[in-house]
């Protein structure tokens, strides 16, 4: 089957070389995405590819899809997190909104004219989302939001935000239109990598939302509402992953070829050649544990959670390590702000942090083994 995507996969890599390769660096430097590359991504429809089609099958439709992260991750870790955000929050609406609500935002959820954001983090609450201090209150025929949401992707620029509140029902979800009224947004810069996500805090004044604006059912936005956000989030960005130490990968096989030392090239060093044959084993592993996930997804297959969770899990880890040794390649070289070496290893780092951290997800996984056994 992987021969099958063979000339999709070059399309996608070849629209990230001319489209997003080009930004990289610059988005980086400037904490910001530049408008044409958004225009790129809606124009090509990559904001489409991670809602439901009944004109594709759904196996093809999911390595398609997992496909346009790796290739956007390739290119640049901040632009595949914009695609990331929006899938994520737009996964939720389309399995979960009401049929007035999906007839509404799909289409422009799709097409990228609507940016959409998950909102759930918030400053005192990270992995213990069931823990939110945000608050939703039923004020007469409306809600009423109080509270604060923080280090959001793209919360600078998104349009809706699908945001997690504490109800006396419990952890529920709500469309947060970004006009809303009492909603201010605070840029947040300067972080360690992928800085061009564009982070945000949302400051919740008493924003007053409609019943309209109530995504599910009172109670049911962390366990299911977010539950399918994070889900697919973490499936996407395994890919991301994927496509982040395979630009790794490359740049070490290219310089270890040129680069000489002690008058012959590092490439025929062996400890070198050592370094290599792992980063190009376990980037074929992580590549492979993405692909069965996508199938298991695509077949609703029971498992397909913990085989998500387990990619992510694996393929954040296994970009740490192609980093780390795509700079010990690259020495002093690649420690500079000239070259991109330094820009993979900083966002490499924060694939362990964001969609769960690697300590929430191996507690989550030894879970679903437990469970398993019985």
């Known amino acids: 089957m992987l021969e099958e995507f063979a000339d999709l996969e070059r399309e996608y890599r070849a629209f990230a070389d001319e489209h997003v390769a080009p930004h990289a660096a610059l988005i980086d430097r400037e904490e910001c995405i530049p408008t044409e590359v958004v225009e790129a991504l809606r124009n090509a429809g990559l904001f489409a590819t991670g809602f439901p089609s009944r004109d594709q099958d759904p196996i093809a439709a999911n390595l398609r899809h997992g496909l346009v992260h790796e290739a956007l991750g390739f290119a640049s870790a901040s632009v595949q997190g914009l695609v990331n955000v929006h899938h994520m929050a737009g996964s939720a609406i389309a399995r979960w909104g009401s049929p007035a609500q999906k007839e509404h935002w799909v289409p422009r959820l799709a097409s990228g004219e609507v940016k959409a954001a998950l909102a759930i983090t918030e400053p005192n609450v990270g992995s213990d989302a069931a823990a939110v201090e945000t608050r939703a209150v039923v004020d007469g025929d409306a809600w009423l939001l109080r509270g604060a949401k923080c280090w959001i992707t793209y919360g600078q620029n998104a349009d809706l935000f699908v945001l997690l509140a504490a109800t006396e029902q419990g952890g529920t979800a709500f469309l947060v239109p ?67 130490a395979r630009a790794c990968l490359d740049a070490s096989l290219e310089y270890a070829h040129e680069r000489r030392q002690f008058g012959a090239p590092l490439a025929s060093f062996q400890l070198v050649q050592q370094m290599i044959a792992r980063m ?61 070496i330094e820009r993979y290893v900083r966002d490499a780092r924060i694939m362990e942090i964001i969609e769960g951290s690697t300590q929430v997800l191996e507690l989550a996984i030894a879970r679903y083994g437990y469970q398993e056994r019985g």
């Open 178 to 244: 970004r006009r809303s009224a009492n909603l201010h947004i605070e840029p947040i810069r300067g972080v360690l990598g992928c800085r061009g996500y564009m982070l945000a805090r949302l400051h919740l004044d008493g924003v007053r939302l409609s019943s309209e604006h109530l995504l599910g059912k009172p109670g049911f936005g962390l366990t299911h509402v977010m539950a399918t956000g994070l889900e697919s989030g973490r499936y996407n960005l395994a890919w991301g992953c994927v496509g982040l």
């Open 280 to 340: 190009m084993t376990e980037v074929h592993a992580a590549r492979l544990v993405c692909w069965h996930a996508g199938v298991l997804r695509a077949r609703r297959d029971p498992s397909a959670i913990k085989e998500a969770t387990m990619a992510k899990y694996y393929a954040s880890t296994v970009v740490n390590r192609v980093a780390h040794d795509t700079l010990q390649i690259h020495g002093a070289n690649g420690c500079g702000s000239g070259s991109p």
